[in-house]
Each structure stands twice: as C-alpha cells, then as structure tokens.
C-alpha cells in the first residue's frame, strides 16, 4: 500500500534530526522538501530517490499548497513512499494536516514523525529557555502571519499576558508586533531576534520591545528568523556575564 511520510527535518542543523526520520528517509521513493529543510538530510536517500523542492516559507512560494497536494497524488500513484520532508516539526505550522487529509481521502496510508520545533530549539541554542522558574510560568507560540495576510489575533493575547511570546514567521510584520506590544505596557520588555537559527549562518541581536525593530534593521536581519519577547532574554545576557567574570578570574589565578 502507498504510504505518505510526513517527516520533521528540525531546526537547520542537519544532526538535530531523529534516528526515526533518517531510516523513513533511507526507504523514501520520492522526497518532497520544503526551503526551511536542510538539503544535507537528502543524502541519506536511496540514490534513485526522486528530490523535488517545493519551496514553502514565507516570501518563497516555489509551489502553491494545492499543487504540492497534486504531487503527493501523483507520486503516490507510482510510488510505494512518498515523503514530505519539513521544516521544525509538521504539526506546528507545516499545513501538515492539509496534506494528511488529502492523502488519506485517496486512501494513501498516512505516518507522522515529529521533528525538534525551532520555536523550541532555536532559543535554546542560543541558552535562552522559554520558561524559567521564578521568571515566567507560560509560553506562547504565535505564527506571525495568517491565511489572510494579515498579523495574527493572538499576538495582542499574547502580549497582555506574563507569558514569554515566540513569534514565527513574522519579520514583515515586525514594526506592527513591537506597537501592539507597547501598547499592552511591554515597551521595557526584552526581546531577541534569532535568524537561521542553528546554522553556521546563524545571527542573534537582542534589546527591548522599544528597540529590537530598529536594531534589526540596522543588522539586515530578514526570515528565517524567530522573534523571543519576554524577561527570559535577559538570562542569556546574565550567563554570558558569568561566564566573562568566570574567566576573568581564572585569568587573574594563573
């Protein structure tokens, strides 16, 4: 029976994907991969695997979402395993669910394997945590852009709350996000802005809600990016002090 795969490729980094998805990826007829996928995972398929991009991130379109629903039938109708492989992980702003339910109306047997989240990792590879005891108690993942175009509703939610706020996608409504922000009374909030997160490409500027879209025009940053707003920032800024006076000192005991 034809099988559809649905793979989460991580974050970037080509090592932080799973065990599972590799040997799903060794099996693959076809591989349809997303822009946000790291090519360098395609080298685990089959050499007769079939590669075809399909774009898919903000601002990169190289297929509209009802023709990559398409090319699932269609290699489907020649191909025993297909798979989709995507950015992060399906479930968690992957229109995964658009294309599971494509597949299984043709009777196409349907297999999910969740990838490491970049509004997770992405944070935590720059050792800023989500959620700290003592400092916050939630968090938020908030897609920046919505079917319509428009900024996202939750946002606003999101910005009332003591909550920290991870943003995707969402660069081109930066300016919008930091008033809607200060408008809620979190002008003094600290935020980071994080762009190809995990790569060696990889580019942090951090600041406040007052001044993180200023600081991000001056570094050119652009999507890929994750947006982080709220005091668990300001954690990294203490460990890297830390870690200076630790050195200092071991300098100074020489």
């Not at 299984?104 to 047997?109: E, L, M």
């Not at 916050?136 to 900024?151: R, Y």
């Not at 707003?229 to 071991?250: F, P, Q, S, W």
Request: aromatic fraction near 6%.
């Amino acid at each position: 029976m034809t099988k559809l795969i649905l793979i989460g490729a991580g974050p970037g980094d080509p090592e932080l994907v799973t065990l599972k998805a590799i040997r799903k990826l060794k099996q693959a007829d076809v591989v349809l991969f997303d822009a946000l996928a790291n090519e360098e995972l395609l080298s685990y398929c089959k050499e007769d695997c079939i590669k075809q991009f399909v774009g898919k991130r903000y601002g990169c379109h190289a297929l509209s979402q009802s023709e990559i629903n398409n090319l699932i039938l269609e290699y489907s109708s020649k191909y025993q395993c297909v798979v989709r492989l995507k950015g992060g992980d399906p479930f968690i702003f992957g229109r995964a669910w658009e294309e599971i339910t494509i597949a299984q109306s043709a009777g196409i047997d349907v297999e999910v394997v969740p990838g490491i989240s970049s509004a997770l990792a992405v944070p935590a590879s720059q050792m800023i945590p989500v959620t700290a005891r003592g400092t916050n108690e939630s968090f938020w993942v908030v897609t920046g852009t919505t079917q319509s175009g428009d900024i996202s509703g939750d946002i606003k939610l999101a910005a009332q709350s003591t909550a920290t706020v991870v943003i995707l996608m969402a660069m081109s409504k930066l300016e919008k996000i930091t008033e809607l922000f200060t408008a809620c009374g979190k002008a003094e909030t600290p935020a980071a802005i994080i762009q190809n997160g995990t790569l060696p490409t990889e580019k942090i500027i951090t600041g406040k809600v007052k001044d993180i879209y200023f600081r991000a025009q001056y570094a050119g940053l652009e999507n890929p990016a994750i947006i982080i707003i709220g005091n668990v920032v300001t954690l990294r800024g203490e460990l890297a002090a830390d870690n200076h006076v630790k050195n200092l000192l071991k300098t100074l005991n020489r």
